[in-house]
């Protein structure tokens, strides 16, 4: 079963994480099923960008994204290259590295 490595994030994950994900989650899904409480303002719709990762290793093990999700992408804080929605892009036979960028943008959160 393919890892994901969470790399260390202040408040989400403050040590870092390593947890198992069966192919075809979603990494957003994993991360919660593990008490990775990743921001998913749109309820994981790809209405927004607030689960909005970069995948520091793996990320051409992940289906290529969707034109409605490259579209979200564009208005995430500290877009790169290698970033993806969590709650869309899904596990794939290799090993993950995920880092959850500090910022995202979300006019409205219930965790605070």
């Not at 909005?52 to 051409?60: A, T």
Request: aromatic share 4%; charged share 30%; proline share 4%.
């Amino acid at each position: 079963m393919p890892k994901i490595i969470f790399l260390p994030h202040e408040e989400i994950c403050p040590d870092g994480a390593v947890i198992e994900a069966e192919k075809g989650t979603t990494i957003c899904d994993a991360a919660l099923e593990h008490d990775i409480d990743i921001e998913h303002a749109c309820e994981k719709s790809c209405a927004c960008t607030t689960c909005h990762v970069v995948i520091r290793e793996g990320f051409d093990s992940l289906d290529e994204s969707t034109e409605e999700e490259d579209d979200m992408l564009d208005k995430a804080w500290g877009l790169e290259p290698e970033s993806r929605l969590s709650c869309q892009a899904e596990v794939g036979d290799e090993d993950l590295v995920v880092e959850i960028p500090k910022y995202n943008i979300n006019m409205v959160s219930e965790h605070h």
